[in-house]
């Protein structure tokens, strides 16, 4: 709070006597933790009782209106000082805190702070008088704008309003009443902000309408054109916005942020621009169009690539002042002579000051370039004063000054100028110091100055001086921010002229004494040349002169001036450089001129070369567009008889073997020097490409710049004689593998050999033949890497097979263990890779992070193993290559999915010692005689290996980035032990100094585990022997790795090894399962040292077997077992005494007697009986006995809520509907063994919508009465059921008492479903993981066929077993069709059609109603109980064959039909195909319905085979299969018989010229928006619309353009509803814009406003109403029981104003009519803005403000509390009870930013599309057009994550949400972060769906992501 505040609140506590002091901390301006002040200190506020009574005491005291919220729990955070106020009760009407009841004792915490939002009173700014960005500064306030006084005002004070506005920042602060007088109210004067506040009212003044001001006083401001959020929430920059203009949406293609290709985006594409014509005032227009100050550059030529879109603007001619190029000057849209090569670009420059270069200074051309740009018009004139401005003034000017150069020097040093009225002026070195030198250099892009110069040391200038008694502090942004004299205030001359040295010294150096590329190196200072001396002058050195002159690299760096001694000053001398470095001065070195040298010491180079330099630019290493190197400057080839021998040369030139392919038209992208050489002719012996024939002219352009692909020389390496990433060095040359030797090898060079492996970095360099010697030639010595290069041939060397070593020097390496890439960036043909090592990429697809289907990388694509031969030996392989320690399953029938790619290996056959799968025997690459179905799979430990060579620790698990990501226990074991940390090539320990449990935990997340259970210090597990690598260790607990906590620095530490520091990890036994039982049932084994092991029953009760069930993934546990209740284990005992709480994570987290610490045999072994969740605690038939409720009440998962839940005796949770279709029926519950049903007494849609939901749909359509749909036979189990409708089960509900009734099954109760489930099992081969987990047979999958066909096999005892064919059927084959997620059956097979199972016979004489939910709950003859062979295996066929269905041909909603059948796809007949047939292709598609079914090939002809014929589909069915036809592929057809069909377009309409529920009835077709002519327009069809668009009913059908005319097309004219479809295509109507219709005649619709408002607990609805409701079809009998017999008021609409203000209006007894504004205040106009959908209203209007109505008055004498949803909830006169006139007519003013999504103009928000799950979207936290993008689901709004979130997921919300498209995707939760449930993660849209569900993505509610990661969107407003 400002002193000035502080001041008034202090003298309020004068008045007082008592009242403390009052801030909010911890918040924005108006919202934060309450603190008050007391004893000369602050101190905080106990939230016992807090609320909002009190919120709005604290909130006036502080000078705001009132309270938005009372916040409690330490909202905004916890305070520190003392709780000073406790049990504060106040009553509103309280000055200030202390008057309120309270105590001054307390029994509260800091976590019971209590916090305030306020709401602000001057929220509302706007700029008046001016633009969009500029203008006079006006407030709201007491109901109308007022105007901020000037005086004080600054440019602070202005960036306070911008920031408000939504602009960045203010460019100025105007005074004078610059943009005109105001005319309201003087509200703020002397106005002084620090800048950090969110609003003016938060800045210090001298109180609201406190002034001495006239308006030609008021303030101004010019605000930043870049607006920091596109819409601002006030009433400001709408002119920023792109709503204006057809091409509004400009980008930059093929270049970078500020330059590029110019494309525009037109008719739903992006296109360019054409460059005839085009200069640098249409640039200008562009960049500033993109938010750039202006244009550097205009260019052509397509120099940014050659664009793919249409042509869309030519001959363009701007002006330079437009905003957009539209308004420009042009031949029109797409009306064009252009080709492509033509394409227009820019370069855009931000600011002025970045049109500065980064090095040298602006030339006096450059100057005349810049002045003479449109850019720079009269505008910036009125920056440049021509007279004295006062220093107080000058320094918020828009850096008047900020145009400087160097003068009279060089690139870096010179005269200081700076550009001032028109010419070019100096700066007098009076004061002149380092400090000013530093500003002046970094102004001109160095990073400082060398020196600062006097006396003209660089000549004098010649025009004015223009600065003097300069005196910066160093950390200005430009000269004229520098205290100084005033401009052309001085007493000085030019021999005064000040100079300056910056930074990058040495930049110009230059070879001397030799030739182009090699001679004596020597630098330019102090005006001349000098030499460097070659004391320390190494290939380091030389590498970064080559590179500053542009070569690659340096061949030599010699020494002694070998090319001739020098002359000039020794500049430099011991230069050390690291190789990296841009230019020499960045390198270490004595100083300059400091040396002991003579010129017989002057250092050379020879830099990489031949003839005319080469190079290859914009590839890898070995790939890149050719160039060369003449004159000082690189240069491109053009690619006219560009060959794979001119390839060659190139290649062999450059050290490569040769080329392996030649490229053209820019392949690697399109060069910017000169064209050098074209008609290149090479014979392919040449030695240089200058050799080959050439022409030195070209008639070429850089789109034809030439590249190749070389060969590398040594690109295969191989580990040899250690394991996957460690080993002896081996590199392939002259046919055969050879060494290394290890003279000079360091880990600079190990680094380039393991990231050639594809590994990110080395561990160590190994030598002395560390891995054995080799036997090969020894092809490397003298390596010497700089560590940048990509392949060991690069690097520095002796030459090939030139060595003075042995075998015993071979060298090796340790990488560390997670590969970088996968494959080698070169493109070595496969048949010189070594027979080894090519698959040494695998990995697990498929499951989860340690298991799934094994993949191999070969041949550029991942492809899978067959599982013929596989055990656990091959699975240990891949288990132990991917870095576990062993396997613990091998896995075959591709258990975690078919594979996509070819099948790499087959008949593996490993020995288990391998160190990857292609060393073990197999049939060879690619040879097999398998199927996916046969796809290997393995579950490895989830242990990771710590046996990995020469390290303790698991490599594979760890972060790689950090200096110590590698860490390792030693001295304990698994997890446990002292921690020790890898750097400088040896382990070292951690000192145990500040040591603590979050350090640990970040320990032993970095080894993969989840946590720490302790912290160790003074070297409990034993004294490290290494250095002391950390000490002083203070982690937050967030970091990745160690050395990303707080710590003393690298081996900074005060300690000795008895203070190692340790951990204990939480998982010793993070493996366990369950045996001898089933999925969820068995004995408890543990994974312990290598081996399975049980845990004795002594004292093992429910809170044990809940800590097992959760680690397994349960969510707790219905029995502990004792007494081996699942058979005796045979391994140790590991556990003994648990004594587990309940809330462990895993059993060693449990109080036990130690490992293996037991005095038990194996007949004590426990067991459990896990539960998945509470709703699957009852199996599908059985109930809950009292002595399981006993059970479930004694564990500690059953808390008070579950208590609840369960009644004294049994529970109803398991729920059918009978007699009826899969969504409708009689209800019946399960109650003592059998099922009963429920009657009808009170029975309502609150009763249906429990059952409904209880059964997974979303809601009931109907509750229905009377035993509709039969009379059941059992008990009748409930009755006078009374739900409120919220409810999880029907037991929840009010009723009479089980079996408590007066009823007979005639009045038995039912309900119709809403069709869509809610969890939604998918049409194909849905997995059997996902069914439920509650019966004895409930997993069952199909074997040995395909998706929906099989041999059924059943999971029982652990083991999966097969069916017997006995008495086998159709009936039996639909159960297991439907247990699986199918339909129905189309066939049952008998004989082991699919093959012979080899696990046990499971059932056998299978006998099924039909109507069971899996086989187990079919008659059978027991399990295991049978007399049959596996020749009798059973087998189905499901009704899904051909699932995969798409359009071809047409567009997205019309075309071919084809379907996917035999692995291709096929097409269908037109044989009786009509539009039933169509119906069920569009809604397998995901469209409602068909319009159209087409034949005679209509959208051309297909190409595969005809699969069907002779379709006959009821339109009932769900896939085509499912109808009757010929038989697949049986068909006599041509493929001019394909069949065709058009499926519902527009299922997106809107109302548009009205309000949220009433407007233009406006549909979606075609890409434009249409109308409806209202020719036959009638209450059915609006009912139609209204129920399309999310409402009940309709309340009026309107004709004759009520809504205004619309301006689209007219799509639709004589349209006849019946009043039940769903969507106005499915009425009768002409045809698609078939009309007689102009728009006069457009219809439109009143809708009722919601369902939830449709029945208020006050008001009625008249017999009138009533009767209209009751004649519609859509109202049934279920309905009639909702309706009260009296008035309701929920309709009610603004008239006479704006989209949130007006006058206010009631629709009642069919017309609209007004309110009286007797006693009308703010309390009633907030509930007139909620009711509208806003958050609150800023004003209540009387005296009919907004015009007089002309209809009844209807209400009077109104008196809300504030707290109502609707009008007629509060207190009033009575309906048309009143005694006024119009001229009284109440109205009001809704605060701006809507609560609900609908926006008060055309844009459909929410109220479109309403098919698929997540049908309802809406964005929050921005504004219309831009936001947070929520769903709903699951009955509450939720977010988006944004992994992998774009443009193209951001366009289906857009068109979503009824927009054309998306303008951008956010991410980061740019509008805010949300609070519901993240529902969708890893969104990826092709962009063709129209509603987010369509998207693939990871499952609704499965993410890793947290809220500030909540994806949002801007959507394109035309």
């Keep these: 709070m400002q002193l000035w505040w502080l001041l008034v609140v202090a003298c309020s506590v004068l008045i007082s006597g008592n009242a403390k002091l009052i801030r909010l901390a911890g918040g924005a301006g108006n919202t934060g933790r309450v603190e008050v002040y007391h004893n000369g200190q602050w101190g905080t506020v106990c939230d016992d009782g807090w609320g909002l009574e009190e919120a709005n005491v604290v909130c006036r005291q502080l000078g705001f209106e009132s309270a938005s919220w009372s916040r409690t729990m330490a909202h905004y955070g916890q305070g520190t000082g003392p709780i000073l106020l406790d049990d504060v009760v106040c009553d509103g009407s309280e000055t200030f805190l202390t008057q309120c009841s309270h105590s001054d004792t307390h029994d509260c915490q800091h976590t019971e702070d209590a916090g305030v939002d306020c709401y602000s009173v001057l929220n509302n700014v706007r700029l008046a008088g001016g633009g969009g960005n500029y203008g006079r500064v006006e407030v709201y306030y007491n109901g109308q704008w007022g105007t901020v006084c000037d005086d004080g005002w600054d440019l602070i004070d202005a960036n306070v309003v911008c920031r408000q506005l939504g602009f960045e920042s203010a460019l100025e602060s105007k005074s004078s009443a610059f943009y005109g007088q105001g005319s309201g109210t003087i509200v703020l004067d002397d106005v002084d902000c620090t800048g950090d506040e969110d609003s003016l009212d938060q800045c210090r003044h001298n109180g609201l309408e406190e002034h001495n001001c006239v308006h030609y006083e008021d303030a101004g401001v010019v605000c930043s054109n870049t607006p920091n959020t596109l819409l601002p929430t006030t009433d400001t920059p709408s002119s920023l916005l792109p709503t204006t203009g057809v091409l509004n949406n400009v980008r930059l293609a093929g270049g970078g942020g500020n330059y590029g290709r110019v494309e525009v985006y037109y008719n739903e594409q992006w296109g360019t621009v054409c460059d005839d014509g085009w200069d640098l005032n249409d640039a200008h227009v562009v960049c500033r169009q993109l938010g750039f100050e202006s244009a550097l550059e205009g260019n052509s030529n397509a120099m940014y690539g050659l664009g793919s879109g249409p042509i869309v603007l030519d001959d363009v001619d701007c002006t330079g002042d437009e905003h957009s190029l539209d308004q420009c000057r042009h031949n029109g849209l797409e009306e064009h002579n252009c080709v492509h090569y033509e394409d227009a670009g820019v370069v855009c420059s931000n600011t002025p000051s970045t049109l500065l270069p980064t090095t040298g200074y602006i030339t006096e051309e450059l100057t005349t370039l810049l002045l003479s740009t449109s850019y720079f018009t009269e505008a910036l004139t009125t920056l440049l004063p021509s007279t004295k401005v006062p220093i107080r003034l000058w320094r918020w000017r828009v850096d008047i000054l900020n145009t400087v150069r160097l003068a009279g020097g060089g690139g870096n040093y010179g005269r200081v100028e700076v550009y001032y009225k028109g010419q070019w002026g100096t700066v007098c070195d009076d004061l002149w110091d380092s400090d000013d030198a530093n500003v002046v250099c970094r102004q001109l892009g160095f990073e400082f100055a060398l020196e600062g110069n006097r006396n003209a040391l660089y000549g004098q200038g010649s025009g004015p001086i223009v600065l003097d008694d300069v005196e910066c502090t160093g950390d200005e942004d430009s000269l004229d921010q520098c205290r100084h004299n005033g401009l052309e205030e001085h007493n000085c001359g030019h021999h005064e002229d000040a100079g300056v040295v910056c930074q990058n010294i040495l930049n110009t150096v230059r070879l001397a004494g030799g030739g182009g590329n090699y001679g004596r190196v020597e630098v330019y200072y102090k005006g001349q040349w000098g030499t460097v001396c070659d004391d320390w002058w190494d290939s380091d050195d030389a590498n970064v002169v080559c590179r500053q002159l542009g070569f690659e690299f340096a061949l030599e760096g010699n020494r002694y001036a070998l090319y001739g001694q020098g002359s000039g000053p020794i500049v430099l001398d011991d230069v050390e450089c690291t190789g990296d470095e841009d230019s020499l001065d960045q390198c270490r070195h004595n100083g300059l001129e400091e040396h002991n040298c003579g010129h017989h010491e002057d250092a050379g180079v020879v830099c990489q070369s031949n003839a005319k330099e080469i190079r290859l630019a914009g590839g890898a290493g070995n790939t890149g567009r050719v160039e060369v190197y003449h004159n000082g400057q690189w240069g491109t080839v053009c690619d006219d008889g560009w060959g794979i021998e001119e390839a060659d040369v190139v290649c062999r030139q450059l050290g490569f073997e040769s080329a392996s392919w030649s490229r053209t038209k820019a392949h690697y992208g399109q060069g910017t020097g000169p064209i050098l050489l074209d008609d290149v002719v090479c014979d392919g012996s040449e030695t240089s490409l200058t050799q080959c024939s050439h022409s030195d002219t070209d008639n070429c352009q850089h789109t034809e710049d030439a590249g190749v692909d070389c060969y590398s020389v040594l690109n295969n390496v191989r580990l040899a004689g250690g394991g996957g990433n460690y080993g002896r060095v081996e590199v392939y040359y002259n046919g055969q593998w050879g060494t290394v030797c290890d003279d000079g090898w360091d880990l600079i060079d190990a680094n380039v050999v393991c990231r050639q492996l594809g590994f990110d970095s080395a561990l160590e360099s190994k030598s002395s033949a560390f891995y054995g010697q080799g036997s090969g030639t020894i092809v ?40 970088n890439t996968l494959l080698p960036t070169t493109d070595t043909p496969s048949s010189l890779l070594p027979t080894t090592g090519v698959l040494n990429n695998v990995r697990l697809a498929g499951g989860g992070g340690n298991f799934g289907r094994v993949e191999v990388y070969y041949k550029g694509q991942w492809g899978t193993v067959c599982d013929d031969l596989w055990d656990s030996d091959d699975a240990n392989v891949v288990c132990r290559q991917l870095g576990f320690e062993f396997a613990l399953e091998g896995n075959r029938n591709a258990l975690y999915g078919q594979g996509s790619g070819p099948i790499v290996l087959d008949d593996v056959e490993c020995t288990g010692d391998e160190d990857s799968l292609d060393q073990c025997r197999h049939n060879g690459l690619e040879e097999h005689n398998c199927g996916h179905y046969e796809d290997a799979g393995v579950v490895c430990s989830n242990t990771p290996n710590t046996l990995l060579p020469t390290t303790d620790t698991p490599n594979t698990l760890l972060p790689t980035t950090g200096v110590l990501n590698n860490v390792r226990l030693a001295g304990g074991g698994g997890n446990y032990g002292r921690v020790e940390v890898y750097y400088n090539g040896q382990w070292g320990t951690v000192c145990d100094d500040g040591w603590d449990l979050i350090d640990a935990n970040v320990v032993c997340r970095q080894l993969g585990f989840d946590s720490a259970l302790e912290y160790n210090s003074n070297a409990l597990y034993d004294q490290g022997s290494g250095p002391i690598v950390l000490d002083d260790v203070d982690c937050t607990g967030d970091e990745d790795s160690l050395d990303q906590c707080g710590h003393a620095g690298l081996e900074k530490h005060n300690c000795g090894h008895h203070e190692d520091a340790g951990v204990v990890c939480n998982s010793v036994l993070n493996n366990v399962r369950l045996a001898g039982g089933g999925g969820h049932y068995g004995r408890v084994e543990v994974y312990y040292k290598g081996q399975w092991g049980t845990v004795c029953d002594d004292l093992w009760d429910s809170d044990d077997a809940n800590v097992v069930c959760r680690q397994l993934g349960f969510e707790f546990a219905l029995e502990g077992n004792r007494d081996a209740l699942y058979g005796q284990g045979s391994g140790p005992i590991v556990l003994d005494d648990v004594e587990c709480t309940g809330d462990e994570d895993s059993l060693d987290q449990c109080r036990h007697n130690g490992l293996e610490e037991h005095n038990c045999g194996h007949y004590e072994d426990a067991g459990v009986v896990c539960s998945n969740t509470p709703s699957t605690l009852l199996p599908t038939t059985g109930y809950i006995t009292e002595e399981l409720t006993t059970l479930l009440l004694s564990t500690s998962y059953s808390t008070e809520a579950l208590t609840t839940l369960l009644p004294s005796t049994n529970i109803l949770n398991t729920v059918r509907l009978a007699g009826g279709g899969g969504n409708y029926g009689r209800v019946e519950v399960y109650y003592k063994g059998q099922w009963g049903t429920v009657c009808d007494d009170l029975w309502d849609s609150d009763d249906a919508n429990v059952v409904c939901r209880q059964l997974g749909f979303e809601f009931a359509l109907e509750g229905n009465r009377n035993a509709l749909y039969g009379q059941g036979s059992g008990p009748i189990v409930l009755d006078d059921v009374e739900c409120t409708g919220d409810e999880d089960s029907l037991d929840q509900c009010r009723h009479n008492g089980l079996e408590e009734h007066n009823c007979r099954h005639h009045e038995d109760a039912g309900v119709v479903c809403q069709n869509t489930p809610n969890t939604l099992l998918p049409t194909t081969d849905t997995p059997s993981s996902l069914l439920p987990t509650t019966g004895v047979l409930n997993n069952v999958r199909l074997a040995g066929g395909g998706g929906n066909y099989g041999r059924v096999e059943v999971y029982y005892n652990g083991q999966w077993g097969t069916v017997c064919d006995d008495g086998w059927d159709l009936i039996d084959a639909n159960v297991v069709c439907r247990q699986l997620g199918f339909d129905s059956a189309l066939e049952y097979n008998s004989n082991a059609l699919y093959g012979q199972g080899s696990g046990p016979i499971m059932l056998d004489d299978v006998d099924c109603t039909g109507d069971e939910d899996s086989l187990d709950q079919c008659g059978h003859a027991g399990l295991e109980e049978h007399n049959c062979g596996h020749h009798e295996d059973a087998g189905v066929v499901c009704n899904s064959v051909l699932n995969n269905v798409r359009l071809a041909g047409g567009g997205g909603n019309y075309g071919r039909v084809e379907v996917y059948y035999n692995e291709q796809w096929g097409t269908v007949c037109d044989d009786g195909w009509d539009l039933n047939d169509a119906h069920v292709v569009c809604r397998q598609l995901g469209f409602e319905s068909a319009l159209e ?212 209006e009631v629709y009642y007894k069919g017309q609209w009519g007004t309110v009286c504004d007797d006693l009308w205040d703010s309390d009633d106009a907030n509930v007139v803005c909620r009711q509208l959908g806003f958050e609150f209203a800023l004003e209540g209007n009387r005296n009919a403000l907004y015009g007089q109505g002309s209809g009844p008055i209807v209400l009077d004498d109104v008196e809300c509390t504030g707290g109502e949803d609707s009008l007629d909830q509060c207190r009033h006169n009575g309906l048309e009870e009143h005694n006024c006139r119009h001229h009284e007519d109440a109205g009001v003013v809704c605060q701006n930013t809507p609560n609900t999504l609908l926006p008060t103009t055309d844009t459909p928000s929410s109220l479109l599309p309403t098919t698929g799950v997540l049908n309802n979207v809406r964005l929050a936290g921005g504004g219309a057009n831009y936001g947070r993008v929520e769903v709903y689901y699951n009955g509450q709004w939720g977010t988006v994550c944004d992994d992998g979130w774009d443009v193209t997921d951001a366009n289906v919300v857009c068109r979503q949400l009824g927009f054309d498209s998306a303008k951008e995707g956010n991410s980061y939760a740019l509008y805010g972060q949300g609070s519901g449930p993240i529902v969708l993660d890893d969104v990826d849209c092709t962009g063709d769906e129209d509603f987010l569900d369509q998207c693939g993505h990871a499952g609704l509610e499965n993410h890793d992501c947290g809220h500030h990661e909540d994806a949002g969107v801007v959507c394109t407003v035309l």
């Design 1493 to 1704: 079914g087409n034949s005679n090939a209509m959208y051309g002809l297909g190409s595969g085979p005809i699969v069907l014929d002779d379709v006959d589909c009821t339109g009932d069915e769900h896939s085509l299969d499912q109808c009757r036809h010929a038989g697949l592929e049986e068909d006599n057809c041509d493929h001019f018989e394909d069949a065709g069909v058009v499926c519902r377009v527009f299922d997106n309409v809107r109302l548009a010229g009205g309000g949220g529920n009433y407007g233009r009835v406006e549909v979606h077709y075609n890409g434009q928006w249409g109308t409806v002519c209202d020719d036959g327009w009638d209450l059915n069809d609006a009912h139609v619309i209204c129920r399309q668009l999310g409402f009940e009913f309709a309340l009026e059908g309107n004709s004759n353009a009520l809504y205004g005319q619309g301006s689209g097309p007219i799509v639709l004219d004589n349209v006849n509803c019946m009043g039940d479809e769903d969507s106005l295509d499915q009425c009768r109507h002409n045809g698609l814009e078939e009309h007689n219709c102009v728009h006069y005649e457009d219809a439109g619709v009143v809708c009722s406003n919601t369902p939830s408002t449709l029945l208020p607990t006050t008001g009625y609805i008249t017999e009138e109403l009533t009767t209209l409701l009751l004649s519609t079809s859509y109202f049934t009998e279920a309905l009639t029981t909702l309706l009260p017999s009296t008035n309701i008021l929920n309709t009610v609409r603004l008239a006479g104003g704006g989209g949130n203000y007006g006058r206010v």
């Design 780 to 819: 490397l010595d003298d390596v010497d890497c700089t560590g940048d290069e990509d392949s060991l041939d690069q690097c520095g060397h002796a030459g090939l097979e030139e060595h003075n070593c042995g075998h015993h020097e071979d060298a090796g390496v340790v990488c560390q263990n997670t590969p």
